[in-house]
Nanobody, 116 residues
Framework: QVQLVESGGGLVQPGGSLRLSCAASGNIFSNNVMGWYRQAPGKQREWVAGVNIRGTATYADSVKGRFTVSRDNAKSTVYLQMNSLKLEDTAVYYC??????????WGQGTQVTVSS
């Protein structure tokens, strides 16, 4: 059974930082590219960042240079370090395989709110 449990969200001021974590289970982590998506109010879910099993990362242009995605294969955990946060980063953040259809599952996500 697939499980994705995101944590680490919260309320932060513009320019601040947060680190998100996601624990994955159900045999979806080991051989797949893992990453992060986000969904802002009134908008569609969008891809944010991904990292393959070797640690090679890719990013959406909107977060490049500010976010860093990483993974711990031994712990089946993926992380998202978010620095220089902006108001427009406010969203619910989800981790998943890339593409998400490899898991056909979404966790509950973690809310990130950037506000002064």
């Amino acid at each position: 059974q697939v499980q994705l449990v995101e944590s680490g969200g919260g309320l932060v001021q513009p320019g601040g930082s947060l680190r998100l974590s996601c624990a994955a289970s159900g045999n979806i982590f080991s051989n797949n590219v893992m990453g992060w998506y986000r969904q802002a109010p009134g908008k569609q879910r969008e891809w944010v960042a991904g990292v393959n099993i070797r640690g090679t990362a890719t990013y959406a242009d909107s977060v490049k240079g500010r976010f860093t995605v990483s993974r711990d294969n031994a712990k089946s955990t993926v992380y998202l370090q978010m620095n220089s946060l902006k108001l427009e980063d406010t969203a619910v953040y989800y981790c998943n395989t890339i593409p998400w259809q490899l898991s056909l599952y979404w966790g509950q996500g973690t809310q990130v709110t950037v506000s002064s």
